[in-house]
């Protein structure tokens, strides 16, 4: 009684999760494809030296990385659509994935949307993005080695991710809004005790400024109306997260901050649905744990629709 | 308080897991050690083509894999220790490595001791591994297109892999050694249906035999003692998986076949100990997935450093 099915395993979102879980799945036998509105890659494509992806002893561009993972995908089968989804139907055995352009019958879905830094929304943060403006002190920190650097934000992953830049910088400034740190009290302490750490209160970035790479930042504090500028080499702008989960949001368990809660095999509570990368709940988030959920994403959706065979 | 610490981070292991996580923590800024007993790069190392490493998109050996993980492990300053370690006392903030030439006090302990399938132990076995005798149906499978293989086993992996294998075989035996498999009904009953299944019941392999390659195995029949031979492309063998627990095996929690049990950021229950890679409880033990645990345990031992920073 099988159905007609376009393909065994529809991926949403060609970045490093879905791109890996797309060699697993096709490598694994698996009628393939990825969907991806815009450049396959993923957020990585704007990283110009990704240092700490295992494996890469030299540095390479993120763009590069992406596209080895594209060309590998392809190599064993997998069908790239450049076609922006307009909604998903997870009914157990009877998946449908409707594009602007097209729908498809699939036996399984693997979520890999990713998820977005939010911007500040100021004039040169685009600009300097990769030139200075960093997102990721994971990623970044290690090349401001001696520099002044600055954070933005007051939460928990601010100001830890400012304690780790004093590892490498000889100065950190902590840019916040507000006159006190959200972050717990015993991160908040840390901060107060690092020499080099020094916070900025009650403060937002009005601009980045510079030539080539970041020189500055135009600052504005809200209590003094006071404008003034501050020089740095790099700053790290951490004032949260948004996962892309639209598609499901309403269907499965989020954490508080909206990420997808899966089980160690990637699945979440609809049959059929996994999720990987940046959008899924996690402790980090870097192309090597992306891409490691989303093989392990692969790995289950084909145990499930193998399982599930004579259903479809 | 400071005590006299060695290392910020001892990292137990070489493979893929440990490797990538001394690429995180010691571009992470801790100073960074990974003790190796035998050659760095692991399991993997006797791997003559990966194909699904995210990113390598032409095949890499094994070899040349964890050797480019090394050199990166190096380059952002990791020692690299060839001493097999004799114990590791875990007291919460006076971690003690002893290897067979010296005692290291470090603040935290990344195990990533990795596991081995358990072998047959039978003549010609390790002359035909990599040259038709596998371990691992996800990472070889592909490469038995059209062929005849066996599956030695009657367990859940031994039957789901060699279901996996007939979506690349054209034939797929299994052979048992008892008279009724100990696979869930669910599978045994997929293996049953599967017209490119055939069960060999009874039987054991006594020898691998062949030229370059594999061309036949032995097999003895423990009911009628006949023995016979069976013509052959490759030969997966799941016959267990043994994890490299003993260092810690007393005081972590483990599940029933000896993996570690972690957390999300992959800690146990003893503060400061980390494990990554094969040796811990998982869905999927690949490359990828043990390089994704080493970057998460580092980062999390670098936070887990930096909170207990006054009490060393």
Same mark, same amino acid.
């Given at each position: 009684?099988?159905?007609?099915?376009d393909?065994?395993?529809?991926?949403?979102g060609?970045?490093?999760?879905g791109?890996a879980?797309?060699v697993?799945?096709?490598?694994?036998?698996?009628?393939?494809? &990825?969907?991806?509105? $815009?450049? !396959?890659?993923?957020?990585?494509?704007t990283?110009?030296? %990704?240092?700490?992806?295992?494996?890469?002893?030299?540095?390479?561009?993120?763009?590069d990385?992406?596209?080895?993972?594209?060309?590998?995908? *392809?190599?064993? #089968?997998?069908e790239?659509?450049?076609?922006?989804?307009?909604?998903i139907?997870l009914?157990?055995?009877?998946?449908?994935? *409707?594009?602007?352009?097209?729908?498809?019958n699939?036996k399984?879905?693997?979520l890999?949307?990713? $998820?977005?830094?939010?911007?500040?929304?100021?004039?040169?943060?685009?600009?300097?993005?990769g030139?200075? %403006?960093?997102?990721?002190a994971?990623?970044?920190?290690?090349?401001?080695r001696?520099?002044?650097?600055?954070v933005?934000?007051?939460?928990?992953?601010a !100001?830890?991710?400012?304690?780790f830049?004093?590892?490498f910088?000889?100065?950190?400034?902590? +840019?916040?809004?507000?006159d006190?740190?959200?972050?717990?009290?015993?991160?908040?302490?840390?901060?107060?005790?690092n020499?080099? &750490?020094?916070?900025?209160?009650?403060? &937002?970035?009005?601009? %980045?400024?510079?030539?080539?790479?970041?020189?500055?930042?135009?600052l504005?504090?809200?209590k003094?109306? *006071?404008?003034?500028?501050l020089?740095?080499?790099?700053?790290?702008?951490?004032?949260? &997260?948004?996962?892309?989960?639209?598609? %499901?949001?309403?269907v499965?368990?989020l954490?508080?901050? #909206?990420?997808?809660?899966?089980?160690?095999?990637?699945?979440t509570? +609809?049959?059929?649905?996994?999720?990987?990368?940046d959008?899924?709940?996690?402790?980090?988030?870097?192309?090597?744990t992306?891409?490691?959920?989303?093989?392990?994403a692969a790995?289950?959706?084909?145990?499930?629709?193998e399982?599930?065979k004579d259903?479809?």
């Open positions: 009684m099988e159905n007609k099915m393909f065994d395993v529809a991926i949403i060609g970045g490093p999760a791109l879980a797309a697993y799945a096709a490598r694994g036998g698996m009628k393939t494809v &990825i969907f991806e509105k $815009a450049l !396959v890659g993923g957020q990585i494509t990283t110009a030296d %990704v240092e700490n992806y295992p494996g890469f002893e030299d540095n390479m561009s993120g763009f990385i992406a596209d080895k993972m594209r060309m590998q995908a *392809e190599k064993f #089968g997998t790239i659509k450049q076609e922006n989804i307009k909604s139907k009914d157990h055995l009877n998946k449908l994935v *409707e594009t602007d352009s097209n729908k498809y699939v399984s879905v693997i890999a949307t990713g $998820a977005n830094p939010r911007k500040l929304g100021v004039q040169g943060e685009a600009k300097y993005t030139r200075g %403006v960093s997102y990721c994971t990623c970044d920190g290690a090349l401001y001696d520099k002044t650097v600055a933005v934000g007051g939460g928990d992953s !100001v830890e991710e400012a304690i830049l004093t590892k910088a000889k100065k950190v400034y902590i +840019i916040h809004r507000r006190e740190l959200r972050a717990v009290k015993l991160i908040r302490q840390r901060a107060f005790e020499d080099k &750490i020094e916070i900025i209160w009650d403060s &937002i970035v009005k601009e %980045v400024k510079g030539g080539d790479f970041i020189e500055k930042v135009e504005y504090n809200k003094t109306k *006071e404008i003034s500028e020089e740095l080499d790099g700053i790290f702008i951490y004032v949260g &997260i948004i996962p892309n989960n639209e598609l %499901v949001k309403s499965v368990d954490d508080e901050q #909206g990420f997808i809660l899966t089980d160690e095999t990637m699945g509570k +609809i049959p059929g649905l996994y999720a990987a990368g959008v899924v709940h996690k402790v980090l988030r870097q192309v090597v992306a891409a490691s959920d989303g093989a392990t790995f289950s959706a084909e145990k499930w629709t399982e599930n259903k479809f």
